[in-house]
């Protein structure tokens, strides 16, 4: 059985469960666009009748930033936007919050620091509450960040410029809700190619996906990445990497890897997660 193969059936273990739908942004989302991925994300989780569950954890100012999604999903028409006060564990921890979750349609994190979404939501009684929205058929979404968040591997800190070089890149855990997923964000905007190869080279068994800024990925529960938005969503496929010298290279040294395989997918294209493969519009 190959590397590709082995991929595909842990993968496929996953999807093989109905779940819900993850529609990530990779920043800069326009707020007013009807055409736009935020819209899309709205659209998913119902439309006008739906019921939103803002999640502003990721930044340091979360009531004034989250009050401009309010506003930007009622601008929608949105029957109702709620911000959720969790900025800090003890509120995170809030037996309140799960009946917000639970009456909500979609769940939906904003930008900031990944770091803070991990550190505090981790193990509370609000993250749990969305892993069963997301289990029971939600839809869940983030920008930036939030988007970021949502694999089970995530980048925590490391600069585009500094991409082949050991040590500049850190890792952390995410919230899971993407096995075998690397996400990056304001792709092309912040070039940072080299560091999602890097991260792939470092973490082979996954696939690493860049989202440009204004741009969203649909990941249904089958398993299918549609890309919607202004640009597009790059995948990088570590599984055929033969030849790499990060495990020997010093801190500080650059790494070298070869090959590796790439799509460049957009609007309305898709990609397989499960059996990794492009598929056209």
Do not use: W
């Amino acid at each position: 059985m190959s590397p590709t193969d082995i991929h595909s059936e842990a993968i496929r273990r996953f999807f093989s469960e109905e779940r819900g739908t993850l529609v990530l942004i990779g920043g800069n989302e326009s707020k007013t666009d009807e055409m736009g991925p935020l819209k899309k994300f709205l659209d998913i989780s119902g439309g006008k009748k739906a019921k939103i569950a803002i999640i502003p954890t990721a930044s340091r100012n979360p009531i004034p930033d989250g009050e401009e999604y309010v506003k930007a999903f009622e601008d929608f028409g949105v029957s109702e936007a709620i911000l959720v006060d969790v900025s800090t564990r003890d509120k995170a921890n809030n037996p309140k919050n799960r009946k917000i979750i639970e009456d909500s349609t979609g769940v939906y994190f904003m930008g900031g620091s990944q770091l803070r979404i991990s550190s505090i939501l981790g193990g509370t009684i609000t993250f749990y509450s969305i892993v069963d929205h997301y289990n029971n058929g939600g839809t869940v979404g983030g920008t930036s960040a939030g988007s970021s968040a949502m694999s089970s591997t995530m980048i925590k800190s490391g600069r585009g410029d500094e991409g082949f070089i050991k040590g500049y890149l850190h890792f952390g855990p995410g919230l899971g809700f993407l096995p075998n997923i690397i996400i990056d964000t304001h792709f092309t905007k912040r070039a940072r190619m080299g560091r999602l190869i890097h991260a792939v080279t470092e973490n082979p068994g996954m696939i690493g996906v860049g989202i440009d800024e204004n741009t969203g990925i649909v990941i249904t529960s089958n398993g299918i990445l549609t890309v919607y938005g202004e640009k597009t969503a790059t995948i990088v496929d570590g599984h055929l990497i033969k030849d790499s010298n990060v495990y020997d290279a010093e801190e500080g040294e650059t790494i070298s890897v070869s090959p590796i395989k790439i799509h460049i997918i957009s609007e309305k294209h898709s990609y397989d997660i499960v059996k990794c493969r492009f598929i056209p519009h």
